[in-house]
């Protein structure tokens, strides 16, 4: 597999006809957040004579809109007078720890410790779903700009996250028998070989971690590099693994990455998908919802039918997260439950397995249900999916309406509700509760 990252990813750009203006900007913006992309993407999903406004184009190449002026600015200046290395790096740094690297409260709430001490590549932010970050999948087979995980790639060792030894994982599980989903993730656990994936897998397959009944891989390798399914050296024993653990009795979920229809029509993908499926495992399909790429209803509709017609399963559209070039792919919650409904509208009931819009905030997943006009206040009304606290999962809650909010932590609470996260009057808590 080839790829183009910093000067080999403005060649490729230069070699397809991108104008020297925008070489500079990708230059500029790519100093700061990262970027690579792979000759399948570049040779089978992007449409150069559209660029730069093709949707592929714009999911993988950078844009100097990525950063805000004023670092757009200060990094464009430093470029441009070839300003020492070491200058220009630490300007990156600092332009990287005003994008947000770790929303959510990854590192503060996440992190789990054993006997004391932090695992850092673990989170365990739900109590039936651990996350694991294998140090040797820590990269991807092309980086999508909107990456909320952009963190991991930027070569700063405070901010990546990563577990080394298997051994700590199941020491932690042992310990945590409400924890039946393991969700492999990075990062893609499919940029791995067989041979080191299976060294994280194999122990999980042992009687005595019964507690884990769920293996999920968070992966794009099938919209990025769907050869690692079929015509890889070791594709074949990817799959024979995948049946090894069906057989032990656990459920295997591929957790697919599908950003536009595109990445669902070339004829490797779908036999990747085919291969995948024959092996018992489920492909379950989630995105989030991004300016430039996919914010259109008709995009939505067309990708959920392609999914069911090929049997992936749709799981969620997410809202774009408060990271990295937010300000740039970033979508008004009200627009994007609009975008969701008409899309909603276009499939039928197959489709509709598909949740959303869905932002995974620092309490937890916060389906946006709808706006509604309640004693002449206009709303959203919101719904917590899942939550830290698992006895808040399914609790509804008002928010002010607000055409410019984009994230959670834009909503402000309304005609008394409860609001995760705030201390409200009891007679604010008995209002809320009449309300559920």
Not at 97 to 120: C, F, I, M, W, Y
Not at 314 to 335: H, I, N, W
Not at 407 to 419: H, I, T, Y
């Amino acid at each position: 597999m080839k790829t183009f990252s910093h000067e080999r990813l403005a060649a490729l750009a230069r070699d397809r006809g991108m104008p020297d203006e925008y070489l500079r900007d990708l230059r500029v913006v790519s100093c700061v957040l990262p970027f690579k992309v792979n000759e399948y993407v570049a040779d089978q999903l992007i449409d150069w004579s559209a660029a730069p406004d093709d949707a592929i184009f714009r999911l993988t190449f950078p844009h100097r809109d990525m950063l805000p002026p004023e670092v757009f600015d200060g990094i464009a200046a430093l470029h441009d007078t070839d300003a020492p290395r070491e200058v220009l790096r630490k300007a990156a740094a600092d332009a990287q720890a005003l994008l947000n690297p770790h929303p959510g409260d990854q590192l503060e709430a996440n992190v789990p410790t054993l006997d004391g001490h932090r695992l850092d590549g673990l989170q365990h932010k739900y109590a039936e779903t651990v996350l694991v970050f294998p140090s040797q999948g820590q990269t991807c087979h092309s980086y999508c700009g909107y990456c909320f995980r952009w963190a991991q790639f930027v070569g700063i060792a405070e901010l990546r996250q990563a577990l080394r030894d298997p051994a700590q994982l199941t020491a932690y599980l042992a310990h945590h028998p409400e924890a039946s989903d393991v969700l492999f993730t990075g990062g893609d656990p499919m940029i791995m070989k067989t041979q080191v994936l299976g060294r994280w897998i194999e122990p999980l397959l042992d009687p005595a971690m019964e507690t884990v009944r769920t293996l999920r891989f968070g992966t794009k390798a099938l919209s990025y590099w769907p050869a690692r399914f079929t015509t890889d050296a070791d594709a074949d024993d990817l799959l024979r693994l995948f049946e090894r653990c069906v057989a032990a009795g656990r459920h295997v979920a591929v957790m697919a990455h599908f950003s536009h229809p595109r990445e669902l029509e070339t004829p490797v993908v779908r036999e990747a998908i085919a291969r995948i499926r024959a092996t018992g495992a489920v492909i379950r399909a989630q995105a989030p919802l991004v300016a430039h790429v996919n914010d259109e209803a008709a995009v939505w509709s067309r990708m959920w039918q392609l999914m069911v017609e090929l049997g992936v399963l749709p799981y969620y559209m997410f809202v774009e997260r408060d990271t990295g070039a937010r300000s740039y792919f970033g979508v008004p919650l009200g627009k994007a439950l609009q975008i969701y409904t008409d899309a909603i509208r276009g499939v039928s009931g197959l489709a509709r397995t598909a949740r959303g819009p869905v932002m995974s905030a620092a309490p937890g997943k916060v389906l946006i249900d709808g706006v509604s006009t309640i004693a002449g206040e206009r709303v959203f009304a919101l719904r917590l999916l899942q939550a830290r606290d698992p006895e808040l999962v399914g609790r509804q809650f008002f928010a002010a309406y607000d055409p410019t909010a984009e994230w959670f932590d834009d909503l402000r609470p309304a005609l008394g509700s409860w609001f995760p996260g705030q201390h409200l009057s009891r007679e604010a808590e008995l209002v809320s509760a009449g309300a559920r």
